[in-house]
C-alpha cells in the first residue's frame, strides 16, 4: 500500500494548486495551499498527504492521509488543510458520486450495507484494494485513449469497495430515487435556488412530502444544520465571495445575500469566518488568495441540474 500510495501522490503533484479536472469524467485531482470555503457537492474524498480539517453545521471532523470522506448532499463548509511538511502540500483525489452507478452496482448483487447511520462525515481507513483502484484511476491520466473502456469500470470498483465499507449505507441512501436523501435533496436545491430569500420550514417539508418534524431531524442529521443554518452559511460564503470579486460596501452585499440588518450580517461573518468583512478582505488580499476564491464560485451558485431529473435518471436504472 506504500508503494500505492506514493505513486498517487506523485501523479497529483503534477496538479495545479486549486482543483485539477483529469480528463477522467467526475474524477480530480487535488493539490493545495490553503483550503477554499465552498459548497461541496456529493462526492468521496481521499486524503492522499497532508490533512483536512472540515467544519459542517455542528461537526467539526479532520481527515488524514490514507482516509477518505464521503459528501451526500450539497453542504457548505468551511475549513483549512494541514501540508504533509516542507514542501508537501496537501494532496487527494476526489471522485464526484452519480447515483446511477450507485443504483446499477446495488442492482447488481453487491452485498446490501447497514442502514446509514446518523453521523456521516467522519473519515474512514481506505483499504489497500481502494488504494490500489485510485492508483489505477489515475494511470490512465497517461493513457487517454483508454479512459473511455477502463474509466467506468474502475469508478465501479472505487465504489463497490466505499459500499461495502461504514459508509455503504449512506452510498445506498444515495443511490434510492425514494429515499430520505432524495427528499432532503429537494429542499437543498430550493435553498440553493433562493438563498436570499425568506424561507418556511413548513414550505420546505411540503415539497419533501414530510411532516415538518421529520423534515426538521432528517435534514438536520444529513448537513448537521437546520434548515435556516444552512441558508445562513450559503448567504455569508456568497457574500464573501462578492466582496472579493464585486466589491461593494458591507452593508449593499449584506442586503443583496438575503440579510435584513447590516449589523446582524458583520456579526455572523465575523463568527463564521473569524474577522469583520473589511478585515478579511484586507487578510484575503494579503495572503493571496483571490485564485482560491475564484475556484469555489461555482460551487456557490445553484446547480442546474435539477435533482429531480437525478432521480428520474435513476428510476430509468432500476427499471431497466
Not at 44 to 69: E, N, P
Not at 285 to 313: F, H, I, N, V, Y
Request: with cysteine; aromatic share 8%.
Amino acid at each position: 500500500m506504500t508503494h500505492a500510495m506514493d505513486e498517487l501522490r506523485s501523479i497529483v503533484m503534477r496538479a495545479e494548486n486549486k482543483w485539477t479536472g483529469t480528463g477522467i469524467s467526475r474524477v480530480a485531482m487535488v493539490r493545495a495551499e490553503a483550503c477554499a470555503d465552498q459548497v461541496y457537492q456529493p462526492m468521496l474524498h481521499f486524503v492522499l498527504q497532508g490533512s483536512k480539517t472540515l467544519s459542517i453545521g455542528s461537526r467539526v471532523s479532520t481527515y488524514q492521509a490514507g482516509t477518505y470522506f464521503l459528501v451526500p448532499v450539497d453542504v457548505p463548509a468551511t475549513g483549512e488543510i494541514q501540508a504533509g511538511g516542507p514542501g508537501l502540500p496537501y494532496l487527494a483525489v476526489s471522485l464526484t458520486l452519480e447515483p446511477v452507478v450507485l443504483a446499477s452496482l446495488l442492482l447488481e448483487g453487491v452485498n446490501e450495507p447497514e442502514q446509514a447511520n446518523e453521523v456521516c462525515f467522519g473519515g474512514v481507513l481506505a483499504p489497500a484494494e481502494m488504494t490500489d483502484a485510485w492508483l489505477r484511476m489515475l494511470r490512465l491520466i497517461d493513457h487517454p485513449r483508454e479512459i473511455a473502456m477502463l474509466s467506468p469500470m474502475i469508478e465501479r470498483e472505487i465504489l463497490f469497495r466505499a459500499i461495502q465499507g461504514p459508509l455503504g449505507g449512506w452510498l445506498k441512501d444515495i443511490a434510492r430515487p425514494d429515499g430520505r436523501l432524495a427528499h432532503i435533496r429537494r429542499a437543498i436545491h430550493w435553498i440553493r435556488e433562493h438563498y436570499n430569500e425568506p424561507i418556511f420550514v413548513e414550505q420546505l417539508a411540503a415539497l419533501t412530502d414530510m411532516s415538518v418534524a421529520a423534515f426538521y431531524r432528517h435534514f438536520k442529521a444529513i448537513t448537521a444544520m437546520t434548515p435556516i443554518q444552512y441558508q445562513k452559511r450559503l448567504r455569508l460564503l456568497r457574500a464573501r465571495w462578492l466582496l472579493l470579486f464585486e466589491p461593494r460596501d458591507a452593508a449593499s452585499i449584506a442586503f443583496a445575500v438575503g440579510y435584513e440588518s447590516a449589523s446582524q450580517f458583520n456579526r455572523e461573518y465575523a463568527r463564521l469566518f473569524g474577522l469583520p468583512p473589511a478585515r478579511d478582505m484586507a487578510r484575503f488580499k494579503a495572503e493571496g488568495q483571490r485564485g482560491a476564491a475564484r475556484g469555489q464560485a461555482a460551487r456557490l451558485l445553484p446547480r442546474r441540474d435539477s435533482m429531480l431529473s437525478t432521480s428520474t435518471s435513476v428510476e430509468k436504472a432500476i427499471a431497466a
